[in-house]
């Protein structure tokens, strides 16, 4: 993709799952990619095999200090940032409404809102500071755009993730940042856990393309997004969900037969 090689690249969240596939994409593409996340010991691993050189950080994007550090430790390795993948969030409880905590909800929405403002925000003082101009890609859900009856506080950050998005492209735009969103489907990854898996490999035999994603089908998007090929872009959701979001729930064909919802409903008093 052109305009990928020799540039910098942070991707938070990057120990496993889409970061860590989309670090390893953009190094294939010739970036220098900065992974950042919590576990300091996979995302070193993550580092280390990357094809070209990169670094592991071990930062919390949900505090201005983990942002200061990941941000400081590829500036001091590399020079500069030209891409940023704001990817790293977390699941939080499956606790149906009356049940959800606010702590639980506060501690999601630091992760997946707090950490994306604070991560665009140092994007757009990094690119000032360099007298460049860069891109940037969220990682959004299919949660940004549907609803459910668990993962309450998950789908709400990720809702809050759109706004974020828009209102960065809208700032963005006339200094020459482009910054777009990937909007991921059913794609198993250790954020779910080993049951939760299972349960999203079962759902995603109802969408169109009859299987689960995988971390490269959307890291394949994210490095479109960051490239120069995607130069007239910005503010966009770009679904990567096998068609999961077209899906009718009212007829056979569109994946209803797959659900007993009697006995989902039923589960819910």
């Known amino acids: 993709m052109r305009g990928l090689a020799g540039k910098v690249a942070v991707v938070t969240g990057a120990a496993g799952g889409i970061g860590a596939a989309t670090a390893r994409r953009l190094a294939d593409e010739g970036a220098h990619v900065v992974a950042v ?5 996979r995302v070193r691993l993550v580092a280390k095999s990357l ?43 499956l606790a149906l409404l009356p049940d ?41 859900s299919i949660g940004s755009l549907r609803g459910s009856a668990d993962l309450l506080a998950y789908q709400t950050s990720k809702h809050a993730v759109v706004g974020l998005l828009r209102g960065a492209a809208m700032y963005g735009g006339p200094l ?23 349960d999203m490999r079962r759902r995603a035999s109802s969408t169109p393309l009859r299987r689960a994603g995988t ?14 090929d995607a130069a007239y872009m910005t503010g966009e959701l770009v679904s990567v969900d096998g068609g999961a979001n077209i899906v009718s729930t009212v007829r056979p064909s569109g994946g209803a037969g797959a659900w007993d919802f009697a006995a989902h409903d039923r589960s819910l008093y």
């Not at 996340?37 to 010991?41: E, H, K, R, S, W």
């Not at 020459?176 to 299972?198: C, K, M, W």
């Not at 971390?215 to 120069?228: E, H, K, Q, T």
């Open 100 to 140: 959800l905590s606010p702590d639980e909800f506060d501690r999601v929405m630091a992760v997946n809102v707090r950490g994306v403002f604070l991560g665009i925000r140092a994007a757009f003082r990094q690119f000032a500071a360099q007298g460049s101009v860069g891109n940037i890609v969220l990682t959004g």
């Open 37 to 41: 996340d919590t576990d300091a010991d």
């Open 215 to 228: 971390g490269d089908d959307v890291a394949g998007v994210v490095a479109f997004l960051l490239s120069d």
């Open 51 to 93: 094809a070209t050189e990169g670094a592991g950080v071990e930062a919390d994007v949900s505090t201005e200090d983990g942002v200061a550090a990941y941000v400081d430790a590829a500036v001091s390795r590399f020079g500069r940032i030209d891409l940023h993948h704001l990817n790293a969030g977390i699941a939080g409880s």
């Open 176 to 198: 020459g940042v482009r910054v777009n969103a990937v909007a991921p489907g059913i794609v198993p990854t250790d954020l779910f856990g080993a049951s939760g898996q299972d």
